[in-house]
Each structure stands twice: as C-alpha cells, then as structure tokens.
C-alpha cells in the first residue's frame, strides 16, 4: 500500500486520488488480466465523497498522472455501464512476472486486501441470493476530509500488530503535537497539525483510542494509540479509561492548516488495553521532542526504578540512596540515539536538586531551555554539533510537500531545518535544476530523486556527518547537490554514469592514459639515465611528469578555447540567421498585405488578392473542362478528325454544364433562399464552387473510362502478355508455374503492366492532342505580312483555286 500511495506518479494529489488506487487495486479480478469493473458513484461511496468529485477530480487526477487506464463499458443497446479500470503500475508487475515486485499481488492477496478495506470503509451491498455484506468502519463518514480519514485509518491498521497498538514513529517531533499526530502525519505524508486532526476525528468514529500514561508525578510524559477494532479484532480486550483523551492532542489541532476540515471540539474517552507481545518500547515511546530510545545499562552505582514500561527507562532515571524521587540527569546525556539512528543536541548540565516534577504541571526554565538545545533526527545517525538554538528558533517548516523533493532532500532533513526560508527556497530551485539536468541526461524520472539523494548522502560520508557542516547552505548549493564529473564526459559523477550506475569508461580511459605515460616516461629515464638511484630516478619521473601535465593542460586549455571561439561563431550565425529570418517573415507580411489590397483581376472587387474565390474557381473550372474534352476525345474520338474531336470535347462540355445545374439545385433544395438573394457575391461563390466540383467529378470519371478503353488495346494486351510470361520464367516460380502462387504473382504482374501500359498510350494521345489544338490556335500573320503577297499573284484567268484571305 505504500507503494501505491507514495509513488512518485501521485505526488501532489489529493488524499481521495490515492485512496482509489487502493480501492482500484483491492478490487482488481486476477482473472480478467487485473480489471477492476465500477462506476464513479460507485467509487465515491467507497472514497466518501460525491459522484461529481470523482468525475471531475479523482478520475482525471489518476489520467493525468498515467497512473489509470479506462475504457467505458456499455451493454448490448450501446448504454454506459460503467469503467473497466486497470491499475498502471500493478498491471505493469504483474505483467514483469517478478514475484518479488510489491505489487505483484496474487489473487488470495487481493482477497484479503479487498475484505480489509471492505471492513474499514466499505459502503455495504447486498448481493442477490447471499448474505448481505454490511457497511465498513467509516462508511457513514463521508463529505470533506472522509478520504483522508478512510486513508490514515487503512494504513494505521496496516502498521499496528496484533494487540491493536499503533507503531508510533521514532525521533523528534514536535512536542505542540505529540508523537501519534505525527505518526500519523507521516504515514500520510502531511503536516503534524493535519495529522492531529485526522487522529482526533478517528477517535470521535470510534476506530482508535489515545491513551497517555501517568507519571509518578502526575504528569503525562508518554502516550499511545490503539486501533479498537484491530483489539477487538484479536480477542484482546478493550475497557474504557478514567480519563478523557482530549489532552494527547494539542488544541491548536482544531485550528491548524493543512488538512481539509476543522476538527471539533467534542471530547472522547481514552482507553487502556493490554499490550501485544514485542510493542511495548513503541508503544510506550514519550511523546516530546526531546526523548531518545533507551540506553544501555549504567553502573551498578545506580539503583534502577522498578519495571521499565512503567518509567520512561531512561538511563538517568534513577532512586538515588536517599529514597527520594527520581531527578533528571543530564550527564553525558547528548549521545543518546534514537530509533532513526539520529542523536540529540548537548545538554546544560544540571549539578544541584532541581523542584520535583509533582509540584508544578509546567515545565520548568532547565526544562525548555533543554528541550531547545535537544537536537532533530537526520538520517545516517552522524553527530549534531552543539549551540545552534538559534538555527532552530529560526526553521521555517520540515521538507516540501513535493514527494520528488522530500526524496531527494531526506539524507539531509537536519541541515534543511538549519536553513531560513530565501535559502531554502534556493535550494529547492537548486535541486529541481539537478532532477532536470539528469532527466536531460537519460535517468528514469522515477529514479532521479533517489539518484540524487545517494549522491548527497555519500558527499556527506566524504565531509564526515552533518555535524562537520559549519554552513548548511553553501554546503548544500556548492559541494552536495551539484554534479562532479571526474572526466569529460557529460554523463560522469564521481567515476559513475549517471544512467546506468557503472563505472565511467571514459574515466577509465583517462587512468589508462596516464599509466601508459607514467611507464612510457619512466622507460625514457632508465634508457636515457641509466644507473640513477631511486630516489633520483623519482625525482626525474616526477618532473617530468609534471611537464606532461603541464603540456596536457596547455593543449585542454587551447582545446577549450577554441571550442568557446567555435561555439560563439555558431551563436553568432544563428543570430544573424534568425534576423535574417525575422527580416524575410516581414518583407514576406508587407509583401502579402499589398498583394491582399489587391482587387480582383476579372470581377474587380477589392482585397481580393489579385483574384477573388469566384473568379478562381471559374478559371480552374473552364481549364478542367478542357481536361474533360481532351480526356474524352483521347478515348472515343478519331484523332486525326477535327471535327471527331471537336464533337468530343463539346459534348464533354455540355454534360459538365449539365452536372453542374444539377448540382445548383441540390443546393438550392437544402439552402435558404433569402439569404443567398440577400447577398450576390455569396451566390457567386457558391455557383462557382459548384460548377468546379462538377469539373473535377467529371474528370475523374474521363480519364478512369479513357483508361479502361485502352488497357483493351493490342499494345495494353501484348504487354501484358509479356509480364504474364516474365514473372513465370523466374527461377522460384520456374519449377512449378502453374501452382497458385505463381499464377497469383504473374497475374497481378499482367495487370500491372497493362495498366501502364494504358496510362502511356493516354500520355501520348493527350500529347497529340495538344499539338492539335495549339496549331489551330495559333493566330494568323498580320495583314501587312499577307497583302504584298496577295498583290504579286496574277489577276487572269491562270488562277487556279481560291484565294485565301
């Protein structure tokens, strides 16, 4: 479940968007390739909340991030019946075969997941002809914040063991909130304010109990959290406490930010049960800031105080030889690790008998003063230096909320709180810069936050522990989080590819290289000097290792400039380029505006661009129309005719008219037509539109008949003949030219062949075509060419035929 719920996929979503991967998955059919079939009432009223917030947030919260994928189902009418939904990442695991993979659940593991939540928060149903299934713990919480409760109760219940005490989280916490409100934050990854209202309003529905042991001294120094119905659950067995429970949580819970609602004021009784075996130093853990896990054993000076789960079992809790009460001591007391491996800050030493802790409810000067100076936890369990009060009267909050961040920034939460709020906002910048840079460099995007974080945890193995970091924030900006690549190749952090984690090659190449000197100088020496003794001979080495570095650095240096001179050549031609570019796009706009201003060439309606759409499509037209008559007569008329010809082309021309006023009045059938008589030069255009699809059908419908008449010619059919035989004489169709594939493959060869055939002799008959109609275009010679010819020929009867003006 934390899988589900903390994948980097969901980062940033609502808590009812994580809750439906869960709800999603326990439902999935390992039968039907882990589909899970429902509808979004439906899964509002497992989440809580209404149709319509899961329609228009839930849904497209899960799309978005890829963590959904679904199809609507529909009955045998076409009806919507529903989703079929399949979990992304589940579906992927189960899809990997890797039984070791957390989602890699099989179909009893789903069973049980799907009987837990349906206990915890189902909404109750009653199948036909079974027993009905009743409604879950918190079924009847629902409306704003019923997500978030249904979610911290599902995986508080999956971290409680079988006596129904809640694991509460180790380290420091905030001592206004207390350990379960932050136990509780940290499963759900929120704020301690938030997690204290979820918590409170848990014990309202009944589901958990807060119990707070007494001191000998009155006062409440520990508490712990049992889940009622896990108790129940396990035949422990639960009875109420003597006392109200109210005072665990903080009162500012009720008004803090951070969490959907604003939790009640109502009160409910605390409960005391019986421990399970294993939790009793978890459960009994204090609830301050300042307190640490237990320590080893002092010396036998020391007399200890009774039964350990009743005290704190601190090693400075003792009875002194006078019989009196137990005082504080803090002696050596700023080592003490707790259960994240971290240790608290040094302590004041406190020498002279303080007042005891029965004799007044708050706490004391020392008491403050040490809790301020007690440090934080960080992981990796390094040493907290001393004296920085200040840094922590100065911490804004704990890690950001963005679960990329909190990842990558864990290794060092400490030095984070000594941060002020402009330098953590610089080093949020920082490190999102570094998970882009290595998205950029090939890392999946789900393993670059874990990526950076192990770079960052083994900067601080090199420093020695946070506690060796004087200056968190150059610290962080300058040496953690920036990348140090040992060679020159991009990929390379510390000898390491980023990408794939191996060591680099180019690194080795580098260490290659230098050995490869260091021997081929040192054979140098020995046959240029020989008899040197070593440490002369290392001497000698040495300098003139020194000079191949010096030569090597002089040639990088130049290689270097030269790549800085080539790259600004570059920068500076793609500059020129794009005012070049931006100089061509505006003559090309201020030559386009003139040519728009223009009016047309036929009609000479204004901003027509030189010819209007009416008048376009009539030239387009009237040249199709050519096509059509050339296409026709190439087909049926004899060429060498004219008069063939020209009967071609006119009767091709009439049945273009005629298409196109059948066409007109198709469209004057479903046109209004007051509105074309209210503007003309619509009409027009429409007309005109019209009698050019008519052209363009029609020659298509020419040239598909001129081809169908010459695939019938000899030449189409000896050509076909021809491929017809060619395919069947090679060498895999040889042996068997009559089997189907052979016939199959010299048939369509055929026709192939016939078909170009076709589209060539229509080439030239439209080639013969054109000459034709271009020598009978051509315009006479001019009357002052022709009459001095006229003149010269005789008058008499010796003039034979006509005279041709």
Request: charged share 25%.
């Amino acid at each position: 479940m934390r899988a589900l719920v903390t994948s980097p996929a969901l980062a940033g979503t609502s808590d009812g968007t994580r809750l439906a991967s869960v709800v999603l998955t326990a439902k999935a059919d390992a039968r039907k390739d882990f589909e899970t079939s429902i509808w979004a009432e439906e899964l509002g009223r497992w989440l809580g909340v209404s149709r319509s917030t899961v329609a228009h947030t839930v849904l497209p919260e899960l799309r978005g991030a890829g963590f959904l994928d679904s199809n609507v189902a529909t009955n045998s009418i076409g009806w919507a019946t529903g989703l079929e939904c399949w979990v992304i990442p589940m579906h992927r695991a189960q899809q990997a075969g890797d039984r070791r993979h957390v989602l890699a659940l099989s179909r009893s593991e789903l069973a049980v997941l799907l009987g837990l939540v349906t206990v915890l928060f189902g909404p109750g149903w009653a199948p036909k002809g079974k027993e009905p299934i009743p409604a879950g713990l918190l079924a009847g919480r629902t409306g704003r914040g019923a997500a978030t409760d249904r979610l911290g109760l599902l995986l508080m219940v999956l971290t409680t063991g079988s006596a129904g005490w809640l694991q509460l989280c180790p380290g420091s916490v905030d001592s206004e909130r207390g350990r379960p409100a932050a136990t509780v934050a940290r499963l759900l990854g929120c704020t301690a304010a938030a997690g204290a209202k979820v918590l409170k309003r848990l014990q309202k529905h009944g589901v958990a109990d807060v119990v707070r042991k007494e001191t000998e001294s009155g006062l409440n120094g520990q508490s712990r959290v049992r889940l009622v119905p896990v108790a129940k659950a396990h035949g422990v067995a639960v009875r109420e406490g003597r006392r109200v429970a109210d005072a665990v949580l903080s009162d500012l819970a009720g008004t803090a930010s951070g969490d959907l609602e604003i939790g009640g004021t109502g009160k409910t009784l605390g409960a005391t049960g019986i421990e399970g075996a294993g939790q009793g130093g978890i459960a009994g853990s204090a609830d301050l800031a300042a307190t640490a896990q237990h320590h080893a054993l002092h010396a036998s000076v020391i007399t200890p105080v009774g039964d350990l789960s009743l005290s704190c079992g601190f090693s400075g809790e003792s009875r002194g030889g006078e019989g009196r009460r137990p005082e504080r001591v803090h002696v050596r007391e700023d080592q003490a690790f707790d259960g994240e491996s971290r240790v608290t800050g040094s302590r004041s030493p406190v020498t002279a008998p303080g007042p005891l802790r029965g004799e007044k409810q708050k706490k004391s000067p020392v008491d403050q003063r040490v809790e301020r100076g007690t440090a934080g936890a960080s992981t990796g369990g390094q040493l907290r230096a001393g004296g920085w009060e200040k840094a922590q009267q100065q911490r804004r909050v704990a890690l950001p909320a963005d679960l990329r961040l909190r990842v990558t920034l864990g290794p060092v939460s400490w030095l984070w709180e000594r941060l002020s709020g402009w330098q953590q906002d610089q080093v949020v910048a920082a490190a999102k810069a570094e998970l882009a840079q290595l998205a950029g460099l090939g890392v999946a995007a789900e393993g670059a936050p874990r990526l950076l974080a192990d770079r960052l945890t083994d900067r601080l193995a090199e420093t020695g522990g946070e506690a060796m970091v004087t200056g968190p924030y150059g610290w962080l900006i300058r040496r953690g989080l920036p990348q140090r690549p040992a060679c020159s190749h991009r990929k390379c952090d510390d000898g390491v590819w980023l990408d794939t984690g191996e060591d680099c090659e180019n690194c080795g190449n580098v260490i290659h290289l230098r050995r490869a000197w260091r021997a081929r100088i040192g054979a140098d020496i020995d046959r240029e000097l020989p008899g040197l003794a070593d440490g002369e001979r290392r001497r000698v080495l040495e300098e003139r290792l020194r000079e191949r570095a010096a030569i090597d650095a002089e040639g990088l240096a130049w290689r270097q400039e030269q790549a800085r001179a080539e790259r600004a050549r570059r920068d500076a031609a793609r500059a020129a380029a794009a005012e070049q570019a931006e100089r061509d796009r505006q003559s090309a706009a201020a030559a386009d505006e003139v040519r728009q201003a223009l009016a047309c060439q036929d009609c000479g309606r204004g901003r027509a661009a030189g010819l209007c759409e009416a008048c376009d499509h009539r030239r387009r037209t009237e040249a199709l129309i050519g096509k059509a008559g050339l296409l026709a007569a190439a087909g049926s008329a004899d060429l060498n005719d004219p008069a063939s010809i020209a009967a071609a082309v006119a009767e091709a021309r009439t049945a273009i008219e005629d298409s196109t006023a059948a066409g007109w009045r198709e469209f004057l059938q479903i046109t209004d037509v007051a509105t074309l008589e209210a503007d003309p030069q619509a009409t027009a255009d429409a007309y005109a539109f019209t009698a050019f699809q008519a052209a363009q059908q029609a020659v298509d419908a020419y040239q598909n008949d001129v081809l169908a008449v010459l695939r019938r010619t000899p030449e189409a059919g000896t050509e076909a003949r021809r491929a017809y035989a060619t395919q069947l004489a090679k060498p895999w169709f040889k042996a068997l030219p009559n089997s189907d594939d052979a016939q199959r493959a010299a048939t369509e060869a055929a026709a192939k062949a016939q078909t170009r055939t076709a589209e060539h002799l229509l080439a030239v008959r439209l080639e013969q075509l054109h000459e034709r109609s271009a020598a009978r275009t051509e315009r006479p010679a001019s009357w002052t060419k022709r009459l001095p010819g006229l003149a010269a020929r005789p008058l008499d009867g010796d003039a034979t035929g006509p005279v041709i003006a």
